[in-house]
């Protein structure tokens, strides 16, 4: 079992940054696909942004490329999401995954091969 927990959440203006963290803990493996995955209210989640076990390759959302960057530390099992020039729309409950699947020269993407969650935490940008 794998436990994560995410912080780093709040409210911001239009066009201010936050810094999300993923706290991994429990059977914790360097190996594990991380994700980043948002749900709007009345929305469906969606993948915002993922990254392979070796941080080599990295995977973003349109909406959100040019302003978020994923990165992780393996050795704090820890992963983060640098979110900058936040718009209203990027409002949403934010939530990290880990994926077991992962495999050398590929990223998990897909929502249905994540296997562990976080309880997520509220982004809220104003305008």
């Known amino acids: 079992q794998v436990q994560l927990i995410e912080s780093g959440g709040g409210l911001v203006q239009a066009g201010g940054s936050l810094r999300l963290s993923c706290a991994a803990s429990?059977?914790?493996?360097?190996?594990?696909?991380m994700g980043w995955f948002r749900q709007a209210p009345g929305k469906e989640r969606d993948v915002v942004a993922a990254i392979s076990w070796s941080g080599g390759i990295t995977y973003y959302a349109d909406s959100v490329k040019g302003r978020f960057t994923i990165s992780r530390d393996n050795a704090e099992n820890t992963v983060y999401l640098q979110m900058n020039s936040l718009k209203p729309e990027d409002t949403a409950v934010y939530s990290c995954?880990?994926?077991?699947?992962?495999?050398?020269?590929?990223?998990?993407?897909?929502?249905?091969?994540?296997?562990?969650w976080g309880q997520g935490t509220q982004v809220t940008v104003s305008s």
């Open positions: 429990g059977r914790t493996s360097s190996t594990y696909d």
């Open positions: 995954a880990a994926s077991a699947r992962s495999r050398v020269g590929r990223l998990v993407i897909d929502m249905g091969e994540y296997d562990y």
